[in-house]
């Protein structure tokens, strides 16, 4: 999957998956309290967040596998770190990563705007649903209940992936520090185009 990357992209993925693993880490304690407060749903509301890595990784690389594999090394760099869940998380972490990566690989990596990053950012809502209704028995909770949790993460993963991560990436683009990744190249191309 990597067999064509340079060193850098990969040494950005990297960073970037151990700065939000110990961001993870900490939502994961203000879940704890939110959920405490609402119950199951309230975690919904932040669930966004789990996936962010992936869309701000393939957002500045633009290269097939990148949000797959960001949110994966997330998730190990967590269990690694002190997640309670264990190693149970990291299948969790693949399970969101091939949601927003499915959402990419259907434009065939060519659009990065911003609707395609916040459907990513639902598509890891929906195959990260699926797998918690049969590992957190959503089954067992009122019907009309989890189809509201579904759709508070759909919208958290629409806007705490999807458009934060649009902001969080096209601020550190602003910086010059990604000048030399797909995302500037993509965007000086843009420029020239409407300049043109």
């Keep these: 999957m990597t067999a064509k990357w340079k060193l850098s992209e990969i040494i950005v993925l990297s960073v970037l998956a151990v700065v939000f693993a110990v961001v993870y880490l900490a939502f994961f304690q203000v879940g704890n309290v939110m959920a405490g407060i609402m119950g199951p749903i309230g975690y919904e509301w932040i669930f966004g967040i789990w996936f962010i890595v992936s869309i701000i990784a393939a957002y500045i690389l633009r290269r097939p596998g990148a949000a797959f594999l960001s949110e994966t090394i997330a998730g190990t760099v967590e269990v690694l770190i002190g997640n309670a869940v264990g ?55 009122d019907p009309g ?52």
């Design 87 to 141: 190693p149970m998380l990291i299948v969790s972490a693949m399970i969101q990563g091939a949601g927003a990566e499915a959402v990419f690989a259907a434009t065939r990596y060519k659009r990065w705007g911003l609707w395609v990053l916040m459907l990513a950012g639902m598509g890891s809502s929906v195959t990260s649903f699926i797998w918690g209704y049969f590992i957190s028995g959503y089954g067992a909770l």
């Design 145 to 196: 209940y989890v189809a509201m949790m579904f759709a508070i993460r759909l919208a958290s993963g629409a806007l705490l992936a999807g458009l934060l991560g649009k902001w969080i990436s096209d601020g550190l683009y602003q910086t010059g520090v990604l000048n030399s990744y797909a995302i500037a190249r993509d965007k000086k191309r843009e420029f020239h185009a409407k300049a043109s």
